[in-house]
Each structure stands twice: as C-alpha cells, then as structure tokens.
Nanobody, 122 residues
Framework: QVQLVESGGGLVQAGGSLRLSCVAS????????MGWFRQAPGKEREFVAG????????YYADSVKGRFTISRDNAKNTVYLQMNSLKPEDTAVYYC???????????????WGQGTQVTVSS
C-alpha cells in the first residue's frame, strides 16, 4: 500500500508561482512512476505531468509546457510540481498519483493522494 500526501496549494495571483509537493509512504516510491493531475469544477480529471522512476521519461500536457516542471527526489520519497506563470485556467484541485509506468491516462495509476487546491486569481 502506498499513501500519497500533497501540499503546497493555495491562492495566488495570475503570473505567480507555486510549488506542490507529494510525499509518498512505502518502499516502492523509487520504483514508481509519478504523475500530477488536476480537476476543475465540472470538468474531468486531466493529466498535467508525469515522471518515470529514474527521471528518464518526463511528459507534460501541452497546456503547461514551458510553465510547469515536474521533478522527484527519491531519497525523500517526494515528487514536486513547480508551477510558474500561473493562469486563472490553472485553478483546480491537483492530485499526485503513483503507478508502474508513466502515462497520461488516469487509469494507469494505482494510488492517488487526496488533492490540494490551487486557485489563481485574475
């Protein structure tokens, strides 16, 4: 069993930055692909970024390329999402997820955190 706990969300003005963190319990973190997803009210959960266990593969959604950076520290069992140049349309609950292979499909992940709210004001 893997437990994921996100933090770092909050309220920020457009153009600002936030750094989300996701700490994982368990010994399998270093072997797990990690992903960040988000869900805005009334919308489906969408892929934001993903990183393979050894950082060899990184994917980003087109909507965040050049603004968001995913990274991980396997010694700290933590994955990060640095979000710069935030826009009001980035407002959503952000979730981290763990799986075997990095993918943009939510069904490819076995474990999910509880989410952290990000609100970007215009």
């Amino acid at each position: 069993q893997v437990q994921l706990v996100e933090s770092g969300g909050g309220l920020v003005q457009a153009g600002g930055s936030l750094r989300l963190s996701c700490v994982a319990s368990g010994r399998t973190f270093s072997h797990s692909a990690m992903g960040w997803f988000r869900q805005a009210p009334g919308k489906e959960r969408e892929f934001v970024a993903g990183i393979s266990s050894l950082r060899a593969t990184i994917y980003y959604a087109d909507s965040v390329k050049g603004r968001f950076t995913i990274s991980r520290d396997n010694a700290k069992n933590t994955v990060y999402l640095q979000m710069n140049s935030l826009k009001p349309e980035d407002t959503a609950v952000y979730y981290c997820a763990a799986g075997q292979v990095v993918t943009s499909r939510p069904e490819g992940y076995n474990y999910w955190g509880q989410g952290t709210q990000v609100t970007v004001s215009s």
